[in-house]
């Protein structure tokens, strides 16, 4: 029993070594479609480039993040893995990040076409476009499906599909990654394909994806890994920043609890994890006491009908 414990610690250990310290999620630089969408109606979506205000603030971001990165003096000799999406904006914006590391730091880069913006038709009609996202808007961000296009659940089926994918590199370290540095995964890709990974990674709902923020040009999200194995946003993140960006504080409590939670621990004060789905289940408590109530009652009832 104790020769078990003891290899199953050791595997614990080891594979936790193998994590990435951070999953870092970057949107693309300013590009031609976010200064002008007419952009949209002559050149295809996947061909839009940053513009010059594009490019700065993704070497702005490459530089932020190397700060973040380097800020660990104990791992100075960091390593990065980049997942990008195949768009010409965000193979720009990568392009531009990585002028601030050395080649001794970037381990590889994949292009993954799961994380691509979402389907949006193809070239686009300006007036067309407005009737559409107004509409949308009153369907639902999440449900609502763009003609030839796509909806965000269709986002979050490839995005799904890539978050597996990710957990086999890391599991099976395809990455190659080394125990004695740490790793830091950077996904640049798009505002909602983002927001669609955190939806999936925590198990947030539709109802809370729905209210979440989109990030801005060069925005990142940092997920770190915390002591039992669990990522967290609050680890980085400020709790003022988290409300900024549609979370509730329901859901900043879970990312505070899931500093210190192991990857085998259930956040019991979760309540779209359990509770969202019921409206009579009692604390065990409370249902223990009204049962002994009862039987009590019962008890007294039959002492006060026998016979004498």
Known sequence: MSEHKNNTDYNRQHHHRLLPKRIIL????????????????????????????????????GAHLKSLISANDTFSDYRLYFYVSPYQRTRSTLRAIGRSFSKRHIIGAREECRIREQDFGNFQVSERMKVIKETREKFGRFYYRFPEGESAADVFDRVSSFFESLWRDIELNRLNSDPSRELNLVIVSHGLASRVFLMKWFKWTVEQFE??????????????????????????HTEEEMLE????????????????????????????????????????????????????????????????
């Not at 209210?211 to 980085?236: D, K, P, Q, T, W």
């Not at 065990?284 to 004498?308: H, I, M, R, V, W």
Request: proline fraction near 5%.
């Open 211 to 236: 209210h979440l923020n989109n990030l801005g040009n060069c925005e990142f999200r940092v997920m770190e890994l915390g002591r039992g194995g669990e990522y967290s946003l609050a680890i980085h």
């Open 26 to 61: 970057v949107r693309h630089g300013e590009s031609q479609g976010n200064l002008d969408t007419a952009a949209y109606t002559t050149t295809p979506d996947h061909k839009i480039p940053l513009t010059e205000l594009g490019i700065e603030q993704a070497r702005h971001c």
């Open 245 to 308: 960006w549609g979370l509730s504080p329901e859901m900043i409590a879970d990312q505070k609890w899931r500093i210190q939670a192991t990857r085998s621990d259930w956040n019991e004060n979760c309540p779209w994890y359990f509770h969202e789905f019921f409206d009579h289940l009692e604390d065990p408590k409370e249902e223990e006491k009204q049962n002994l109530d009862a039987e009590c009652y019962n008890a007294d009832s039959t002492f006060g009908s026998s016979s004498p």
